[in-house]
Nanobody, 125 residues
Framework: VQLQASGGGLVQAGGSLRLSCAAS????????VGWFRQAPGKEREFVAA????????LYADSVKGRFTVSRDNAKSTVYLQMNSLKPEDTAVYYC???????????????????WGQGTQVTVSS
């Protein structure tokens, strides 16, 4: 499966953005998607994840209550709605997919086999 992340941009603190992760290629059932981010000089960190059915979601503590992950399997697209953005949310955001986990969302980078190219999110204070 190939992944294309989009929707990043420049926003003021307190604002909102919605990222999209569009899948192509092998998009028939069963893949879970995770969102990760990497700020300059820092390691890539987990943000949120969702299983194929949407029945299991997982969030990093730093974004819980502000970000929401969802998916539209008919459009082969996963979304990350980001509200109440903070300057510390500034990073390149990546989406990743895995077929290995069906019922439980995962947060480790090594659990994902396919990665998109990333989209820049910049939050100004």
């Amino acid at each position: 499966v190939q992944l294309q992340a989009s929707g990043g941009g420049l926003v003021q603190a307190g604002g909102s953005l919605r990222l999209s992760c569009a899948a192509s290629g092998r998009t028939f059932g069963g893949y879970a998607v995770g969102w990760f981010r990497q700020a300059p000089g820092k390691e890539r960190e987990f943000v949120a994840a969702i299983t194929w059915s949407g029945g299991s979601t997982l969030y990093a503590d730093s974004v819980k209550g502000r970000f929401t992950v969802s998916r539209d399997n008919a459009k082969s697209t996963v979304y990350l709605q980001m509200n109440s953005l903070k300057p510390e949310d500034t990073a390149v955001y990546y989406c990743a997919a895995t077929y290995r986990y069906i019922t439980t969302a995962q947060k480790r980078r090594e659990d994902y086999d396919y990665w998109g190219q990333g989209t820049q999110v910049t939050v100004s204070s």
